[in-house]
């Protein structure tokens, strides 16, 4: 039997998997689609393939006393996560895990204006991405009280990292908000994830909620407009609040109109986290890739 059971293998389940198998243990993750098994396989990692957009497309698989990091994305569309629920059908007193690390986003706040946000601030969802994340969490807390398992929820904000930049929206001409008027929010480098993520298995409690950031506030405007600075790239036309309220993609709008400061107090004292990353000054150089 496998030590960890990876639900989702995209780049920070990936990543978590590999430093799994760096540490000499099994590993297994769920793949969407048969063509994305090969790199999870190079590196050691088994795989079972289950598409949990559809009930009848996730096989049987055994994930009794298993550890879980489950990191996939709900799908797009609707106020609840359907393939949280497909996963949950899968579950049992004789399918039973022994814990889950659910990797969840900061987005289920809502908008907290100049508020610090801890971990006791009540969620409020405003857009159906984030109602997708709160059923999510909610799903699995209900399956965490009905069968006995630890349940540890990490509300992650804007992950970068290598692979991760912004470089192709920046290159198309990309526009930002005006940095006085940009709403504050937090990131997080996927290295330090990675350690978040196997601390949060190792140390975390049943019931637990930790907001995942690093140790800087900052807007998305100050995000790409450092990129374009690393990259040597023109820096992006900013735009006031009521000319991107003209001209932005909706979906693109819908980000900005949110601002929230994370507090990530409890993660660095619980979990012992320090952070190697601690501002993009220090992430971004990390994480510069060949053009």
Request: glycine fraction near 6%; aromatic fraction near 8%.
């Amino acid at each position: 039997m496998c030590d960890y059971t990876m639900i989702g293998c995209g780049d920070i389940g990936f990543r978590v998997a590999k430093e799994l198998i760096k540490q000499k243990k099994q590993v297994r993750a769920t793949i969407h689609f048969e063509e994305g098994a090969v790199v999870p396989q190079s590196v050691g990692i088994r795989t079972i393939i289950a598409n949990f957009d559809y009930q009848e497309d996730v096989p049987d698989f055994s994930v009794h006393g298993q550890n879980i990091f489950y990191s996939m994305a709900p799908q797009g569309g609707g106020s609840s996560d359907y393939r949280m629920l497909n996963f949950c059908r899968k579950l049992s007193v004789e399918n039973c895990p022994s814990r889950i690390v659910y990797l969840s986003t900061s987005g289920v706040y809502g908008d907290c204006g100049d508020d610090l946000v801890t971990e006791e601030t009540p969620v409020n969802p405003q857009t159906s991405r984030a109602k997708r994340r709160v059923s999510a969490e909610n799903q699995l807390r209900e399956q965490s009280e009905k069968l006995d398992f630890d349940l540890i929820i990490l509300r992650v904000t804007g992950i970068y990292g290598p692979g991760r930049l912004p470089i192709s929206q920046l290159k198309k001409g990309h526009e930002v908000l005006s940095p006085e008027e940009a709403p504050r929010t937090n990131r997080i480098h996927s290295v330090d994830l990675v350690q978040i993520c196997l601390a949060a298995m190792e140390k975390g409690e049943n019931g637990d909620i930790f907001n995942v950031c690093d140790n800087e506030e900052s807007s998305m405007s100050h995000y790409f407009m450092a990129v374009a600075k690393l990259y040597d790239l023109p820096q992006p036309k900013q735009l006031s609040w009521a000319e991107a309220e003209k001209v932005m993609n909706p979906l693109t709008f819908s980000f900005l109109q949110e601002s929230r400061r994370m507090s990530n107090r409890k993660m660095i004292e619980k979990l012992g986290i320090k952070l190697l990353y601690p501002t993009l000054e220090k992430g971004l150089p990390a994480s510069r890739a060949v053009l």
